[in-house]
Nanobody
Framework: QVQLVESGGGLVQAGGSLRLSCAVS????????MGWFRQAPGKEREFVAA???????GYADSLKGRFTISRDNAKNTVYLQMNSLKPEDTAVYAC???????????????????????WGQGTQVTVSP
């Protein structure tokens, strides 16, 4: 029923920017906290950013100031704006959603892969030197 589809990945030169989109179907964002994760070759999937049902955001420490997560509830879409990209940002980026248990849980920023039930296929981001 729930489906997440990422788009916007591609090749960009170091210092450039990309905006990723994640279209959600079968679920309203008002009660569906979401996050972005990434996985580089040979590495574990790691947390990038998250946004709760009220719009509060959280980021991996190393990405604060460069990446911004946002959402458009009317379009049922979450975004990841990536600025000042570095070669080490090269990875497959995937969006994920979690089913909050209650009102309080909707407000929490969660950063663990196991916290999220629904996942998109991911989109490749490649940053050249």
């Amino acid at each position: 029923q729930v489906q997440l589809v990422e788009s916007g990945g591609g090749l960009v030169q170091a210092g450039g920017s990309l905006r990723l989109s994640c279209a959600v179907s079968g679920r309203t964002l008002s009660n569906y906290p979401m996050g972005w994760f990434r996985q580089a070759p040979g590495k574990e999937r790691e947390f990038v950013a998250a946004i709760n049902s009220g719009g509060k955001t959280g980021y991996a420490d190393s990405l604060k100031g460069r990446f911004t997560i946002s959402r458009d509830n009317a379009k049922n879409t979450v975004y990841l704006q990536m600025n000042s990209l570095k070669p080490e940002d090269t990875a497959v980026y995937a969006c994920a959603g979690r089913n909050a248990r209650n009102f309080l849980d909707r407000s929490l920023i969660r950063t663990m892969r196991s916290d999220y039930e629904d996942w998109g296929q991911g989109t490749q981001v490649t940053v050249s030197p």
